[in-house]
C-alpha cells in the first residue's frame, strides 16, 4: 500500500507564493511518476502539473503555466508544488497522486491519492 501525505497549504493574499509537499512512503518499488490535482467547490478535480519518476519530464496545465513549478527529491521521496503569484481562482484543495496510468493529466490514470492540503488565496 502506498501513503500520499500533502502539507504546505494555507490562506494567502493575491501575489504571494505557498510551496506545497507531498510526503510518498509505502511499497512504491521505486521512484513513480507522480501529480497534483486541485479540487475547488463545486467543481470537478483538474490537473495541475505532473512530473515524471526521474524528475526530466513535467507537465503543466495552462492556467498555472510559469507561475507553478513541480519537481521532486527521490532521496525523500517527496513531491514539491512552488506556486507563485497566486490568484483566487488558485482557491482549492490540492491533492498529490502517484500515476499508474499513461496519461499524465487524466486523474483516471492515477491510482493512489493524499487526501489534499487547501490553498485559500484571498483578494
Known amino acids: 500500500q502506498v501513503h500520499l501525505v500533502e502539507s504546505g497549504g494555507g490562506l494567502v493574499q493575491t501575489g504571494d507564493s505557498l510551496r506545497l509537499s507531498c510526503a510518498v512512503s509505502?511499497?512504491?518499488?521505486?521512484?513513480?511518476?507522480l501529480g497534483w490535482f486541485r479540487q475547488a467547490p463545486g467543481k470537478e478535480r483538474e490537473f495541475v502539473a505532473a512530473?515524471?519518476?526521474?524528475?526530466?519530464?513535467?507537465y503543466y496545465a495552462d492556467s498555472v503555466k510559469y507561475r507553478f513549478t513541480i519537481s521532486r527529491d527521490n532521496t525523500e521521496n517527496t513531491v514539491f508544488l512552488q506556486m507563485n503569484s497566486l490568484k483566487p481562482e488558485d482557491t482549492a484543495v490540492y491533492y498529490c497522486?502517484?500515476?499508474?496510468?499513461?496519461?499524465?493529466?487524466?486523474?483516471?490514470?492515477?491510482?493512489?491519492w493524499g487526501r489534499g492540503t487547501q490553498v485559500t488565496v484571498s483578494s
Open positions: 497522486a502517484r500515476r499508474s496510468g499513461m496519461n499524465a493529466r487524466r486523474p483516471d490514470n492515477y491510482g493512489d
Open positions: 509505502g511499497r512504491t518499488s521505486g521512484p513513480n511518476p
Open positions: 512530473i515524471s519518476a526521474t524528475g526530466s519530464t513535467t
